[in-house]
């Protein structure tokens, strides 16, 4: 009985051993197996473990390489002892085996309702190839708990075609579907950048080439040539010969190329082409950006997700920075100079929301601190600040690749608090002051809402402030509106959802990590949920996101509470 036991554990856990791999194979098409007869059985080609047993009697050489079937068979070790198999056919056979089961209604967890069609799916198959449906099935949306959802607005046999295509990555274009092919010009296409949208045009034409050759000329106008990088232009664009060879296509070549050569002319030369795609299904999304609190200089972020009321942890910055200057420009935010606790700063970083990670970017020519930053006709502006050893009132600009002017607000001379307002006209390149502001004003919030210039709080070089106004560039006049609840220096303003929110700062004693947010139509100021970190010369900016938080980041939230 003893022996019989024994026997039927060591079946039983052979049996686990082989669905371990089983299961890693379906995931990974890859299995790492110990090169024992019980194991090795289960590879596909029985060669394999002659091989081995060849090799182990003296007979022949271990490989460390081996191509073999379809795919692959690797051999790890020299002394014989693990194998990996590497099948290239994998993913393709387990995807038709899913678009079979799909087609049989098997295992199917989502019926897409669109007119009056219904097509069956998988939530993960559809969640795993498009970020429009990644975001509707994990996040907290309600059709996450759903078998059933209804979509708007789109033809019901393109729906079928791009369901199709996430199975097969096959899909037929035709007059029957062109508004597959429609989706190039529009706004709502999720890309990471233009380039993608480029090299789909190209990739569809030259499978095909001789008839599609034709179309080139009306493709390329419903890509956005002004946003990609002038290095893109130069290097792939202009030397691309389908491109060269259509005169459409070399007009609008070169009126990306003034885009990029004439930056000051952005506002003029303003068109459909140039406006970056922003996709309906994204929420704004309040990113607070390093900053200070007592004895101490931040690097981390943290990012407040209007639809829960959240604060979820993001990735930190490299630099840890106070008094920093934060932009959105497209899908990437900027921290802008700042203050690491032993000096100014001229280095600049954005932040990929995709990666939710931070790289470098060109560094400014001048150390600012307590700076101003915005951005305006896709270049980003820095003015102002201070260097270590005296104030600025110099201005410079950064293109990274709105019609509008530039103010600077109130600000500290290096002898007194200013009520001071100037307007810069990039066409002009010049500044020319406007109003004087009621108050006045040096480390005040500052932003824009429905055409309306507001600033919030600072210091007026006798106490915090909490009062507010707004400034009518019609008129060219300001008025007081409903003050703050709470007074706040250092602490930054910022536009989102038709509110206006303060972010952090300093109340006269201490730094803040409470948020409140302005209605206009009511002119009352409320509480929102607080930050994890009190925060003052915290840097804030919006980034229009369709899937947050990313996921390798933490989710954290903390509760609203009064002010």
Not at 244 to 273: F, T
Not at 304 to 312: A, P, Q, S
Not at 355 to 371: A, H, K, Y
């Amino acid at each position: 009985m003893e022996h019989m036991h024994r026997s039927f554990s060591s079946v039983r856990l052979s049996r686990r051993a082989e669905l371990r791999s089983s299961l890693t194979y379906e995931y990974a098409k890859h299995i790492p197996s110990a090169a024992t007869p019980p194991t090795v059985s289960e590879l596909p080609a029985m060669a394999v473990y002659s091989t081995l047993q060849r090799a182990r009697a003296g007979k022949d050489k271990v490989p460390e390489w081996s191509p073999m079937m379809e795919g692959g068979m690797q051999l790890l070790n020299r002394d014989g002892h693990s194998i990996s198999h590497n099948s290239k056919r994998h993913y393709h056979d387990s995807f038709v085996s899913m678009n079979r089961m799909r087609q049989r209604g098997l295992l199917c967890d989502i019926v897409l309702h669109v007119g009056t069609k219904e097509i069956k799916a998988h939530k993960v198959v559809l969640a795993s190839c498009s970020p429009y449906f990644h975001a509707m099935f994990t996040n907290e949306m309600s059709e996450s708990r759903q078998t059933h959802v209804t979509l708007h607005d789109i033809d019901p046999q393109a729906l079928e075609q791009l369901v199709q295509y996430a199975y097969t990555a096959e899909i037929v274009v035709g007059e029957g579907n062109v508004q597959v092919l429609d989706l190039i010009s529009s706004d709502n296409l999720n890309v990471p950048s233009e380039e993608e949208v480029y090299r789909a045009v190209l990739s569809w034409v030259k499978h095909d080439i001789d008839s599609r050759r034709q179309h080139v000329p009306r493709l390329m106008k419903c890509v956005r040539l002004p946003l990609l990088t002038r290095d893109f232009l130069m290097s792939n664009v202009d030397t691309e010969l389908l491109v060269r060879h259509h005169s459409e296509c070399k007009d609008l070549l070169i009126e990306a190329l003034k885009y990029h050569l004439m930056p000051e002319q952005r506002g003029v030369l303003s068109n459909s082409r140039t406006r970056p795609r922003r996709c309906e299904g994204a929420s704004p999304v309040l990113f607070a950006v390093g900053g200070g609190s007592l004895f101490a200089i931040h690097g981390d972020c943290e990012a407040y997700d209007t639809r829960t009321d959240r604060w979820h942890m993001v990735a930190s910055m490299s630099t840890r920075r106070a008094r920093v200057g934060v932009a959105a420009i497209g899908n990437k935010l900027y921290a802008v100079g700042g203050y690491d606790g032993t000096s100014d700063l001229a280095t600049v970083e954005s932040y990929d929301p995709v990666t939710n990670s931070w790289q470098p970017e060109v560094s400014m020519g001048t150390r600012r601190s307590c700076l101003g930053v915005a951005v305006l006709h896709g270049l980003l502006y820095a003015a102002g600040g201070y260097d270590g050893a005296s104030c600025l009132n110099s201005a410079e600009r950064f293109d990274p690749l709105t019609d509008g002017n530039l103010y600077a607000v109130g600000g500290y001379d290096s002898s007194s608090h200013l009520a001071t307002v100037e307007k810069y006209d990039p066409q002009a390149n010049a500044w020319s002051p406007i109003a004087n502001m009621l108050s006045r004003r040096s480390s005040a919030g500052v932003a824009v809402l429905e055409g309306m210039l507001y600033v919030a709080g600072g210091n007026d070089g006798t106490s915090c402030l909490n009062s507010v106004e707004r400034y009518n560039p019609k008129t060219n006049t300001w008025e007081s509106v409903a003050p703050m609840n709470i007074r706040r220096s250092t602490h930054d303003l910022v536009a989102m959802d038709g509110w206006l929110y303060a972010v952090g700062g300093n109340d006269g004693s201490s730094s803040l990590n409470s948020i409140e947010k302005y209605n206009p139509r009511t002119n009352k100021w409320v509480a929102a949920s607080c930050m994890f970190t009190r925060r003052s010369s915290v840097g804030v900016a919006i980034l229009e996101l369709l899937n947050f938080p990313p996921p390798s980041s933490p989710t954290l939230s903390v509760s609203s509470t009064s002010l």
